[in-house]
Every structure is written in C-alpha cells, then in structure tokens.
C-alpha cells in the first residue's frame, strides 16, 4: 500500500514537473545550435529583454510576426535582442529563406531540429512569443499571430521597462 501511494506521489510529481512554463516562470535553458553548429544557450541578458519566437519557414502567420518583431526590435535596439527559433527544419532551408527575407534587428537565429527546446518551453503552434525580462523569467506569451499583434508585444514591452525602472 505505501509503495503504491509512493508511486502514485512521484507520478503526480512528474507531471507537474513537465508543465509547460507560463508567465512568472524561469525561461527553460536550453541548448541550441546557431548557424555555424556552435551550441548557444537561452540566458538572461544582463537588464535586456528577450523576445523569443517561435518560427517555421513554411507558416505564413510566422512570416507577419517576424516581420513585427524585427521592426519593434529595431525601435528598441539597445534593451531588446530578437532571438528567433527554426522549429523542425534544416539550417539550409532557414539560411535559405533568411537570406530572401533578411531581418535588420541583428536578431539570433537558432535552429531547434528535434523540437526539444519548442517542447520545453511549452510551444504548441506557430507562431508563438514570448517575453523574457532580463532576469530569466517569461513575463508574456503571444501564441498564434492576428490582429493587434504588433501594437501587443509594443505595450507588453512599454510594460516591462516601466517596471524595470
């Protein structure tokens, strides 16, 4: 009876363990290749925002909020840094399409081949956001991309510096 209880706990525990991070969690650290292969680490930025998106080459609603994103992170060029992540696919289609589609925020891309890192930060759909402040935690989620999308990530930002100050 106590080792079934005892299994029962440690299931349950488990399964909370494996919850996907929400707003007030410490952003997963997870290892990723950039484009020369070199692994990189998620981490927090010394006071700089993080804006973490979730892509795919082939999703047109990625597209759009790429677009955004590169354009709001170059009006916040020295508190943000864009960091995007190919979900699934080869480096070479992601070169390929990056270098038809260049972003202008100086913006990391780094490529998720087996979709661990999408699975540990809970990513279910493209494209998905997210806002990590410069402590490691996610402060806001953005999954999908529609109307309103760009003026949201600018007030969610306009946010979190007030905060920081």
């Known amino acids: ?3 079934m209880a005892l299994c029962l706990s440690v299931t349950l525990l488990g399964q909370v363990a494996l919850a996907d991070p929400g707003i007030g969690s410490p952003a997963p650290d997870v290892a990723l290749s950039d484009e020369n292969a070199r692994p990189t680490h998620l981490t927090p930025t ?3 925002v993080l804006i973490v998106d979730f892509f795919a080459t082939w999703c047109g609603p990625c597209h759009a909020a790429l677009g955004a994103l590169d354009e709001i992170a170059l009006e916040h060029a020295s508190s943000v ?3 995007v992540i190919a979900v699934g696919e080869s480096p070479d289609d992601v070169r390929r399409f990056f270098a038809a589609h260049p972003l202008r925020a100086q913006a990391t891309v780094l ?6 890192a999408a699975r540990a930060y809970g990513q279910h759909r493209f494209p998905t956001t997210f806002l990590v402040d410069g402590e490691g935690v996610i402060r806001r989620i953005n999954r999908g ?3 309103g999308y760009p003026a949201r990530v600018r007030r969610w930002l306009g946010e979190l510096f007030a905060e920081a100050h």
């Open 1 to 3: 009876m106590v080792s």
């Open 46 to 48: 010394h006071g700089r």
């Open 81 to 83: 840094r864009l960091v």
């Open 111 to 116: 490529y998720d081949r087996d979709g661990s």
């Open 145 to 147: 991309y529609g109307g």
